[in-house]
């Protein structure tokens, strides 16, 4: 079989099992969210807290609950990380260094999971076990809360509540990301994924020499770090190495695992909100830029230039040949288009134009499908753009859902597109602007601009992946970045709350003539436009003088 045919059959498998689960899942995630019960184990958690979970909070106070949680977790990874050396299982390993630690708490607890250290030889079991898995699945957990919280607010009518934040995460890790993370985990163990909590073993290669082969609890971490779109990797390598991708299908699974959540979502806010059509508009719009965008970045690798890759079929540098050009584009354009930021190639390695492709999908938001819970909330606020820009088409007060879109609404949504550019753009300037951003450039050049774009573009937008050729693990942008991670999180977060608060207050606007109908063809157009315009074109020239000049040198 042909690498162009394989590739296709990998995509519609994958299509196929997607469209599968989107209903049961997206169905399943509704009831939980909506269920007046609360679990035994969860009414336990909220004792600990000490919460009570039939009171539901204004979103001063749910954006607050989130902020302290949140807050709490960078305070604990980073003590954990930083009394690695007294743990058990630390196998070795010293404690990390502090810039180093601040860095990880802000980007695991932020799920983005940028990682400027290379984990088998910086982490011990405890530390991977009971720091970074776990706030993959609270990380997780909060994005999902922010976007039920949202969704609440175009559901509900004349009320200041949106739920209880406490109640909102409990049940994400409980209900949704423990179980499917369980059942995960068992099939990439059968598939081959490492398991266990071995420091190690040395290995005598067919050469005859001496190789240190790493052990730890892999196939666990694994699956939430994609069922979470979190992303990181055990080893450094990522999901190249074979112990953490042993094969093309288990390969394939991690994508589908990547995007299981984020295309099931839109089913959920149709459900919550009444209108199963509006979740079908929403994952059409995902669904139409995440073909685009695979196609391109295929085409992209396949369609080398250059006499070298012309002769090698493809630009196969950095690429792990077990998985082949197609496979390779798919993971790296899931991984982009979702918050995820896993690999099972080289960013930094492909062409210019798949580099700047992978760019590209985080910059439009990772909104198709996004991460888990984010991808959700940023598709709504540009929904709410969208249908803003067709009322001042036709001289109409804009409605989305019944719920009048005025000043402060349309306030929040504008800030909420313009702070992750801001932070992106702001970041790199600086970094080129000092030496001590360019020092770690080990390219110079546009394909140096590229990486440090990358690194930002990455941190501001939650991914974690990164364009190798950029040394991050130093002082500056250890801090930097880290920075970057927390605005680009916390930022939307604080607007998309305020801004379902405003809609919750709102009465139900009943449909006219002159109603703008979201749930059609022509919507998913205007949404797919705004997307590509209003999000797109704000990094066109930076993009210009990165990998747009590298690709038509």
Do not use: C
């Not at 743990?87 to 260094?97: D, K, Q, T």
């Not at 440090?452 to 992946?465: E, I, K, M, P, R």
């Not at 797109?536 to 020239?541: A, I, V």
């Amino acid at each position: 079989m042909s690498a162009g045919a394989a590739g296709w059959l990998q995509a519609g498998l994958l299509v196929v099992a997607l469209v599968a689960v989107h209903r049961p899942l997206g169905d399943w995630m509704a009831r939980v969210f909506t269920s007046p019960r609360h679990g035994r184990v969860e009414k336990l958690v909220y004792r600990a807290v000490g919460v009570d979970a039939d009171a539901e909070q204004r979103w001063p106070t749910y954006l607050r609950s989130v902020l302290a949680f949140s807050l709490v977790s960078v305070l604990f990874l980073y003590l954990l990380q930083r009394l690695q050396s007294l743990l058990p299982w630390s196998n070795g390993m010293p404690a990390v260094e502090s810039g180093s630690a601040w860095n990880t708490a802000v980007s695991f607890v932020t799920n983005t999971n940028w990682q400027g250290y290379a984990g088998e030889s910086t982490m011990g079991h405890l530390v991977q076990m009971a720091g970074l898995a776990v706030q993959n699945f609270l990380s997780a957990a909060v994005g999902l809360a922010v976007a039920v919280a949202l969704v609440r607010g175009f559901a509900r009518t004349r009320t200041d509540r949106l739920g209880n934040a406490w109640v909102d995460i409990t049940r994400a890790v409980t209900r949704v990301l423990l179980p499917l993370s369980v059942l995960a985990a068992v099939v990439l163990v059968l598939g081959g994924v490492v398991q266990n909590l071995s420091a190690g073993t040395d290995a005598t290669t067919l050469g005859g020499a001496s190789q240190f082969l790493p052990g730890g609890p892999v196939a666990s971490q694994e699956a939430i770090k994609q069922l979470g779109t979190n992303g990181g990797g055990f080893y450094n390598a990522n999901s190249a190495h074979p112990f953490e991708g042993p094969s093309a299908w288990i390969s394939l699974f991690q994508v589908f695992l990547m995007l299981v959540i984020p295309f099931s979502l839109p089913r959920t806010f149709g459900r919550m909100v009444g209108d199963k059509r509006q979740g079908l508009a929403i994952v059409g719009v995902m669904a139409t830029l995440a073909t685009a965008s695979l196609a391109l970045n295929s085409w992209a690798q396949a369609r080398a230039g250059g006499a070298a890759l012309q002769l090698a079929g493809a630009a196969t540098e950095g690429q792990e040949v077990r998985f082949g050009g197609p496979l390779s584009a798919l993971f790296g354009t899931a991984t982009t288009l979702t918050s995820t930021g896993a690999t099972n190639s080289l960013h930094d390695s492909y062409t210019p134009t798949g580099g700047l492709l992978t760019m590209a999908n985080m910059m439009l938001g990772e909104v198709a499908p996004g991460g888990v819970g984010s991808g959700l909330y940023g598709m709504l606020v540009l929904a709410v753009i969208a249908v803003f820009v067709a009322g001042l088409m036709v001289g109409r007060t804009p409605e989305y859902l019944g719920k009048k879109l005025g000043g402060r609404e349309m306030t929040m949504a504008s800030l909420y597109v313009l702070t992750t550019p801001a932070i992106v753009l702001i970041g790199t300037a600086v970094a080129m602007a000092t030496a001590a951003g360019r020092g770690s450039m080990l390219n110079t050049g546009s394909h140096g601009l590229s990486e440090v774009l990358y690194a930002f573009t990455s941190a501001g937008n939650n991914n974690g992946s990164a364009f190798a050729g950029l040394s991050a693990n130093t002082p500056f942008y250890n801090t930097a970045l880290g920075l970057a991670m927390a605005f680009g999180r916390f930022v939307p977060i604080v607007l998309v709350l305020a801004l379902a608060g405003r809609l919750a207050q709102q009465g139900r606007t009943p449909a006219t003539a002159g109603t703008l109908p979201t749930h059609q063809v022509l919507f998913v157009g205007l949404l797919t436009a705004v997307v590509l315009v209003v999000v797109g074109l704000t990094y066109f020239p930076a993009l210009s003088l990165g990998p747009l000049a590298e690709a038509l040198s």
